[in-house]
């Protein structure tokens, strides 16, 4: 009796033994495929050389940290190549200015003469106002994404939050002779929103038009939530339009930003749980935030 037990137990022990060994094996290659992965640039996966649940599952959560691993590092190469194009894109914009400022510096102290010191004085304050603008925008993104709490909500009508954001844009519509038609429905259209955050998406959207503007603006609000700016845009194009709301995107360098605006407003409006899309048809650009109840 002893002697088959002890054949049982060896035979049992045996074939553990031959586990043991056959899933060290299995381990060193998931361990070896692992580091293979790591080093070279493809989407293959480790592959099981077991079918053993516990290595299974060793392998899918490799796999899985694997793939999130590589998305890290493509969405950190993309925001390499994207910082590196604001900087050269930004160095111009702010060249652009500073070069005009000292070159009309130098002008306005060679000249006695009054008209053309007043022309100079004139050009001067065009291109700080150029610089003043590039700062406001870079501090205005550099806070947005700094701030990692949720801002205060109040009951907002955005029937009087839009009508008070095109009124104070009036003096800079005036300049570029744009006088916009502005539809509001009779009825208020309440949303519970952060006040600043509104007004800093409605003034964001109201300067993109006047940038992109052909010489008109309409300005709709619909009792769903949805406020669309929309103008001619001669400058655009829908593979354009399709990039506006990335980071640091310009249709041009030098006077017009340096690309903030819009990605501005959709991280505001997604921040407070809405949405925004842009469109380019029939030579009109429109650009709409939905805030749904």
């Known amino acids: 009796m002893w002697i088959a037990v002890s054949i049982v137990l060896a035979v049992i022990c045996a074939g553990l033994l031959v586990k043991i060994l056959l899933m060290k094996r299995a381990m060193r290659q998931i361990a070896d495929e692992f580091s293979a992965r790591i080093r070279d640039d493809s989407d293959a996966s480790v592959g099981s050389p077991d079918r053993d649940a516990d ?5 899918s959560v490799l796999n899985r940290e694997l793939h999130t691993m590589r998305t890290a590092e493509r969405t950190c190469g993309r925001s390499v190549a994207e ?11 702010l060249r652009t200015p500073l070069t005009a400022i000292g070159g009309y510096l130098t002008l306005l102290a060679e000249t006695e003469d009054p008209a053309e010191r007043e022309q100079y004085l004139k050009v001067l304050g065009e291109r700080t106002e150029v610089m003043r603008r590039l700062a406001e925008e870079l501090l205005q993104y550099s806070v947005i994404v700094s701030e990692d709490h949720a801002a205060e909500t109040e009951e907002l009508s955005l029937n009087t939050a839009l009508a008070e954001s095109v009124a104070g844009a009036y003096p800079m519509l005036s300049e570029r002779g744009i ?10 259209v309440m949303r519970r929103l ?3 955050e509104l007004s800093r998406v409605f003034a964001n959207l109201l300067t993109n038009a006047v940038r992109y503007s052909g010489g008109d603006l309409a300005v709709t609000l619909s009792e769903a939530g949805d406020v669309t700016f929309s103008n001619a845009a001669p400058d655009l194009d829908p593979v354009l339009t399709a990039q506006l709301f990335e980071r640091f995107f310009t249709v041009q360098t030098g006077s017009r930003g340096v690309g903030l605006g819009l990605s501005i407003v959709r991280t505001l409006a997604e921040r407070m749980g809405g949405s925004a899309e842009a469109q380019y048809e029939d030579g009109r650009l429109s650009v709409t935030v939905h805030f749904p109840q």
């Open 55 to 59: 290595l299974c599952r060793l392998v």
């Open 179 to 188: 006088t916009p038609e502005v539809s509001i429905p009779k009825n208020h």
């Open 194 to 196: 952060n006040k600043t």
């Open 83 to 93: 910082l590196n194009r604001a900087v050269a894109n930004l160095s111009h914009d």
